[in-house]
């Protein structure tokens, strides 16, 4: 990308976002545009269409969507679905309409059958049935892929999508209802260490199996991809190594030092059994993950993770 390119980086505010925000700033860029979502709703068709027609940005990275762990997904399913759809195809079909050089999207691993062989290849998309909790999401997430293909098919558009793992770090939700497993496990344990409450709950059965990727290390593989990727379909990016829901909770707990006792509570779903992904396509390309999860782990929590989002 040329220095001086202008750079539309959606949802710049979240987790993602800031940090694909953070690494183009240390290389250099700094001609971007941002919005937050109380002034311009990604969901509002007019809205995007005069947002790209004034701005007319080069690159577009897409990183803004309505985003969540297990339980809004399973509970929030018709917003997982109408929010990501639409705001996905404004901002795809407006990048379209306004010339944009290159666009990429985020997914993520639960587009994968819930019973795919592991680790997930790219090529198991669409092959089986997917985890119920998250459907909605996922089919609005294999919806954004499918929208960029079909626009670089009729179109010629250079539209890339990354499939990121589970990702945690600076300016992650921490919502102990709607957040993802790492960032409420962080939270809980953390306040059951000050309150010295006896015990931590865990959701489900502590067996399922996940991958955990720092969203540093996740911003280093878009700028790369950004740099350097231009081809169709879509490309996994992780870990290659996953952990027990259990080994996780172990790992927060000696990493908040606490010292009380870990509950599963199986009213609450597992979810997928396990979902490591395949990352030899990048891997082989140059890019891996450099990010430990002990190490990521300690440093989210030594950065006295920020104040709880609103809900
Ligand atoms: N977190 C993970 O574990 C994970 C894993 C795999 C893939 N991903 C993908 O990575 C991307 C970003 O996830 P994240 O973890 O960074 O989520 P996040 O921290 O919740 O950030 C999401 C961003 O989207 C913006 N947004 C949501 N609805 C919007 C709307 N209607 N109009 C405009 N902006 C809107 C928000 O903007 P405001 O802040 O301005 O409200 C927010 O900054 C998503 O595509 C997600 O699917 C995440
Ligand atoms: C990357 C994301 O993966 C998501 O699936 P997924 O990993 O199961 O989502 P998580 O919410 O991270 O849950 C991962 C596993 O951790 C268990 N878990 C244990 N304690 C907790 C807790 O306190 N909070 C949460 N949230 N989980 C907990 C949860 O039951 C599940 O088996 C998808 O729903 C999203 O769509 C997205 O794709």
């Known amino acids: 990308m040329e220095k001086n390119a ?19 700033e240390k290389e250099g860029y700094n001609n971007f545009v941002t919005r937050v979502s109380s ?7 007019a809205a995007v269409a005069d947002f790209f027609a004034a701005e007319k940005p080069d690159y577009v990275v897409l990183a803004a969507a309505k985003v969540g762990g297990i339980n809004a997904n399973n509970i929030y399913r018709a917003e997982f679905l109408y929010d990501n759809l639409m705001i ?12 944009v050089k290159k666009l990429l999207f985020l997914g993520s ?6 019973m795919a062989p592991q680790p997930l290849q790219e090529n198991a998309l669409l092959t089986g049935e997917l985890e119920s909790t998250n459907e909605p999401y996922a089919i609005a ?3 954004g892929i499918k929208m960029c293909d079909a626009y670089r098919s009729q179109y010629g558009c250079n539209y890339i999508s990354a499939m990121p793992t589970n990702l945690y770090g600076p300016h992650d ?3 102990l209802k709607n957040s993802h497993v790492l960032p409420a496990l962080i939270r809980k344990f953390h306040e059951a260490k000050l309150q010295g409450a006896p015990e931590v709950e865990v959701w489900g059965t502590g067996t399922p199996r996940r991958e955990f990727l720092h969203v540093d290390d996740l911003a280093e593989a878009c700028y790369w991809l950004l ?12 870990t290659g190594t996953d952990l027990s829901i259990r080994e996780l909770a172990e790992l927060v707990q000696r990493t908040v030092g606490y010292e009380g006792t870990i509950r599963f509570n199986t009213d609450y779903p597992d979810g997928t059994p396990r979902k490591l992904m395949d990352v030899s396509k990048l891997a082989e390309k140059g890019w891996k993950a450099t990010i430990g999860l002990e190490e990521g782990v300690a440093a989210v ?5 920020e104040a709880v989002r609103p809900a």
């Open 6 to 24: 202008k750079i539309y980086v959606a949802g710049h505010r979240g987790m993602v976002g800031s940090a694909i925000l953070r690494r183009l």
């Open 39 to 45: 002034e311009l709703d990604l969901r509002n068709q």
């Open 88 to 99: 996905q195809n404004n901002v795809i079909h407006n990048s379209y309409l306004n010339g």
């Open 109 to 114: 691993s639960c587009i994968y059958p819930k």
């Open 141 to 143: 997430k294999i919806a």
């Open 173 to 175: 939700n921490y919502d």
């Open 227 to 238: 740099e350097n990727y231009n081809e169709p379909g879509l490309v996994n990016v992780g």
């Open 301 to 305: 929590y030594a950065g006295a993770f």
